[in-house]
């Protein structure tokens, strides 16, 4: 899932990037609360990394709908009967992310109008939303398991109602994600996510500034909420198993002058400097302090929302050039052709400029694509809740518009965890971005 804390809009992919697009003050706590319960979340392999630093096309750029999915290039036959996927996602109160169900409505068109349907069949969405409480994901759980044409279950982006809706399921139907706000999750019955989660992301992380920084001090900076406060720990503690030595400071969520609490963080000594920040003000003040310290260091976002207008326009026009940790490729990065690619389709989909740049959108497009690829190679319109978990299983990448390597189960107690790499790209000014690792394996996966 891709997790946001903006309100209900569409927001530029390079800016709020799902790239990473899991939220800190979220995920975090759920990291910490994975580590110190019953079982590692460590992956199952010898510590190692796989990166490349370079400004090229990524390793396993999809481009070839009709070959990735499996289908056949033109229509579906719409007077075949329909094959449906459930769609779960959250949208309509104050904290909505309505681009995740305009782009799988997108991918759903595209996938009937251009890659011949699902084994000729048109595809067609069944989709419930919740708006803000646990219960409604429980609705939703019992419309999804109640409806036997219902094959398998997309997550969009939703922090309620997640654990409800699985509940209900029971594991009776595949849940495909896309991002995963929580390791639980990926240790759930039939759930298969497949650009990351906590675990991954913090992993990712700490690939790229041992590997790629080649930092031995790191500086981190950090609210002191208790949701943050656990990830500057869980972070900490992935550094130091890394010999990197870490100064962690946190500072009080109402200030809005972080220059002493930076400089307590030795940022001016250190090899890289991360703020774990997530609000517009947070992000403001981090960048203010770091550009008033005239800190020189890389400075390394884990999160996505530090590249908002909101920032853009409390820091006098742009928000700040940082460097921006993603679980996904960043479609503000034009040079890369899957990016090209998804531009050009999704918009024969009739999916907005302004939507397809949202994260969540991008997301969901390559969620359905991938659907449809289970779809096709478990049957087709004859696909089965089994034969669609097989294809999840056994579905080794590259992902599109995601890690070029999938591999389910790499992670011991995550078995769900199939997805797991990231990359990073440099904010350059306005909406671009450029990458500059490619997909990269998190510390301790070969």
């Not at 742009?318 to 460097?323: G, Q």
């Not at 994260?359 to 449809?372: E, P």
């Not at 995550?414 to 394996?441: E, I, P, Y």
Request: hydrophobic share 40%; proline share 5%.
């Amino acid at each position: 899932m891709s997790v946001s804390t903006h309100a209900e809009a569409s927001t530029p992919s390079g800016r709020r990037g799902r790239g990473l697009s899991v939220a800190v003050t979220v995920a975090t706590a759920l990291v910490l609360a994975a580590c110190s319960s019953g079982g590692s979340s460590s992956p199952s392999s010898s510590a190692s990394s796989s990166s490349s630093s370079s400004s090229s096309a990524s390793t396993g750029s999809v481009t070839d709908l009709v070959a990735y999915t499996g289908g056949k290039a033109g229509a579906a036959d719409n007077s075949q009967t329909p094959v449906t996927v459930g769609w779960f996602n959250q949208q309509g109160g104050p904290l909505g992310f309505p681009a995740g169900t305009q782009g799988a409505e997108a991918a759903v068109k595209y996938v009937n109008t251009q890659l011949g349907g699902i084994g000729g069949h048109p595809l067609k969405l069944s989709s419930c939303f919740v708006v803000q409480s646990e219960q409604e994901g429980n609705a939703c759980g019992l419309k999804f398991a109640n409806d036997s044409s219902v094959k398998a279950v997309l997550y969009g982006t939703a922090i309620f109602g997640d654990q409800a809706a699985q509940a209900v399921l029971k594991g009776s139907k595949p849940i495909l994600m896309a991002n995963s706000i929580s390791p639980v999750d990926g240790a759930a019955a039939n759930v298969y996510i497949y650009n990351g989660n906590p675990s991954s992301i913090f992993g990712g992380l700490t690939t790229y500034l041992v590997s790629e920084v080649k930092a031995k001090n790191v500086s981190i900076i950090y609210p002191q909420d208790a949701q943050s406060t656990a990830g500057a720990e869980v972070l900490k503690a992935s550094l130091s198993a890394s010999g990197v030595t870490v100064k962690a400071v946190g500072f009080d969520p109402a200030t809005t002058n972080l220059t002493a609490a930076a400089t307590a963080a030795g940022v001016l000594t250190a090899d890289a400097v991360v703020p774990l920040v997530s609000t517009p003000p947070a992000c403001v003040a981090a960048a203010n302090a770091l550009k008033t310290l005239n800190v020189k260091a890389p400075v390394v976002s884990t999160g996505s929302f530090c590249f908002t207008p909101p920032v853009a326009q409390g820091l006098g026009g742009d928000s700040p050039l940082w460097n921006q940790l993603s679980t996904q490729a960043n479609v503000a990065d034009t040079n890369e052709p899957d990016v090209q690619a998804y531009i050009k389709q999704s918009a024969e989909a009739g999916l907005s400029p302004q939507v397809q740049t949202d994260s969540n959108a991008a997301l969901a497009w390559g969620l359905v694509m991938t659907a449809a690829r289970f779809l096709n190679g478990g049957g087709g319109a004859s696909a089965t809740a089994e034969t669609i978990a097989s294809q999840a299983k056994s579905f080794t990448g590259p992902m599109l518009l995601g890690p070029a390597k999938i591999a389910c189960g790499t992670y011991p107690t995550q078995a769900g965890l199939c997805g797991f790499q990231t990359r990073v790209f440099k904010h350059t000014g306005g909406n671009s971005f450029t990458a500059v690792t490619d997909w990269m394996d998190p510390t301790g996966v070969k």
